[in-house]
């Protein structure tokens, strides 16, 4: 497959972790492509986070100018209309600036849109067959596009599992002046101040191990149990949202479409019934575990292992298991 590009995002001069999984989605849909990398931004950052991308991708394409300094889509979807040839895949990560660039740029190009694909089953008859998640999780969709005219696709972060590729010394490609040539399209929006989310003291996103913990444990002050057990594996502490709607634990620690998505490589739900909406913040854990009293708890349905059992009780009984074993 020819014409095959990933935007990628990126922040004080490094791409944003989805670059990789970008990557690996565009090695699934074609092993042998030379998918190409588009950054967009100005001055220093916009060279080291290209620096760094081209040690992911063989092609690097750099946009650069003062306007783009702050990610502004309405800037950025004519410009990425003229440079995108026609028939062109572009793959692009399900954050908020892809909601928002990506069905304009579509449009423009005269594309197939999809949005918050989770999977590719394949490619028959110059028609991608894939898999994307819709009523918070409940239902799975399975669509077919026709990628005769090319197609735009944000993909769930976390649904596509970055590999350990070797490094590669990727050429990088200043289309800066060649796009800008017609000038820059006039704006009706402008960039005012960026406000940071509230960061918390730990990044559950980027945790290999997380203890995570619902309704089911009860009381406040039994949240030492959870904090024992993960102390105990290495982890870090997650929850539902119960538990932070009842303030127990701060929102960065919430998982969920209405949280943070988590890619772990382990994922201990304890005392969480698993509701869609829990479920869909959990698209990138390799190996969940549930431990809940209710046999039927829609939690069991997700879970690699599932442990019926009261979390009050079981979790000093693991968490001494889990020190005996070390």
């Given at each position: 497959m020819d014409n095959l590009f990933a935007y990628i995002m990126h922040r004080e001069g490094a791409p944003h972790d989805s670059a990789a999984e970008l990557l690996a989605a565009a090695r699934q849909l074609a092993p042998q492509a030379a998918p190409v990398a588009i950054l967009a931004g100005h001055g220093?950052?916009?060279?080291?986070?290209?620096?760094?991308?081209?040690?992911?991708?063989?092609?690097?394409?750099?946009?650069?100018?003062?306007?783009?300094?702050?990610?502004?889509?309405?800037?950025?979807r004519p410009l990425l209309a003229r440079l995108v040839p026609q028939g062109a895949l572009l793959l692009l990560a399900h954050e908020h600036f892809a909601m928002d660039l990506a069905p304009g740029l579509s449009v423009k190009l005269g594309a197939a849109y999809l949005p918050d694909a989770v999977a590719f089953t394949g490619i028959e008859g110059g028609r991608l067959k894939a898999v994307r998640e819709e009523f918070a999780g409940l239902v799975s969709a399975h669509v077919s596009l026709d990628l005769s005219a090319g197609a735009v696709i944000s993909l769930r972060p976390g649904a596509f599992k970055a590999g350990e590729?070797?490094?590669?010394?990727?050429?990088?490609?200043?289309?800066?002046?060649?796009?800008?040539?017609?000038?820059?399209?006039?704006?009706?929006?402008?960039?005012?101040?960026?406000?940071?989310?509230?960061?918390?003291?730990?990044?559950?996103?980027?945790?290999?191990?997380?203890?995570?913990?619902?309704?089911?444990?009860?009381?406040?002050?039994?949240?030492?149990?959870?904090?024992?057990?993960?102390?105990?594996?290495?982890?870090?502490?997650?929850?539902?949202?119960?538990?932070?709607?009842?303030?127990?634990?701060?929102?960065?620690?919430?998982?969920?479409?209405?949280?943070?998505?988590?890619?772990?490589?382990?994922?201990?739900?304890?005392?969480?019934s698993g509701s869609s909406?829990?479920?869909?913040?959990?698209?990138?854990?390799?190996?969940?575990?549930?431990?809940?009293?209710?046999?039927?708890?829609?939690?069991?349905?997700?879970?690699?292992v599932g442990v019926v059992a009261d979390i009050i009780q079981f979790l000093p009984v693991l968490t001494k298991a889990v020190r005996a074993a070390k």
């Open positions: 220093p950052e916009l060279d080291a986070a290209c620096q760094q991308a081209a040690a992911l991708f063989p092609q690097v394409w750099k946009i650069g100018h003062p306007y783009l300094a702050q990610p502004n889509a309405e800037i950025l590729a070797a490094p590669v010394q990727g050429q990088i490609s200043d289309k800066s002046a060649a796009d800008l040539d017609g000038g820059m399209p006039p704006a009706r929006r402008r960039y005012i101040e960026t406000v940071a989310a509230e960061a918390g003291e730990v990044d559950i996103t980027k945790a290999e191990v997380l203890v995570s913990v619902g309704r089911g444990i009860q009381d406040q002050d039994n949240l030492e149990l959870v904090f024992d057990l993960a102390k105990a594996l290495g982890a870090e502490v997650s929850c539902s949202r119960p538990i932070v709607d009842a303030k127990w634990l701060p929102k960065p620690r919430q998982v969920g479409t209405s949280g943070k998505t988590v890619k772990p490589k382990v994922y201990l739900a304890c005392g969480i909406q829990h479920l869909g913040g959990l698209t990138g854990a390799s190996c969940v575990i549930a431990i809940n009293k209710h046999p039927k708890a829609p939690i069991f349905q997700r879970a690699e």
